[in-house]
Nanobody, 126 residues
């Protein structure tokens, strides 16, 4: 059974840092993308960052560019999201997801998600 397990969430003050981890039990497609999404109550999940497991290309939402870094440890089937210079508006539940990107789709398309993790809460206080 495919599992994505997030960890590393917590509460920090504005300007602080957190590192989220996503351990993937098994990739279900040959060229997976692992993306981080976040969601606040009443809003749709939104893509934060994505990494193409084969090749390592990365992509970011404009709101986090320069502050967040996505990376992977291929041997450990783990994807990280290093979050620096956190802002109160980064407060959300963060989910990692495995995606299969087809023609015309991107790393942040919810319709491309194959599997979700359970989520981890990040709270940034001012």
């Amino acid at each position: 059974q495919v599992k994505l397990a997030e960890s590393g969430g917590g509460s920090v003050q504005a300007g602080g840092s957190l590192r989220l981890s996503c351990v993937v039990s098994i990739y279900t497609v040959s060229r997976p993308v692992i993306s981080w999404f976040r969601q606040v109550p009443g809003k749709e999940r939104a893509g934060v960052a994505g990494i193409y497991i084969v090749g390592g290309a990365t992509a970011y939402a404009d709101s986090v560019k320069g502050r967040f870094t996505i990376s992977q440890d291929y041997a450990k089937n783990t994807v990280y999201l290093q979050m620096n210079s956190l802002k109160p508006e980064d407060t959300a539940t963060y989910y990692c997801a495995e995606l299969q990107i087809k023609r015309g789709e991107t790393w942040r398309d919810l319709s491309s998600v194959l599997n979700w993790g359970q989520g981890t809460q990040v709270t940034v206080s001012s």
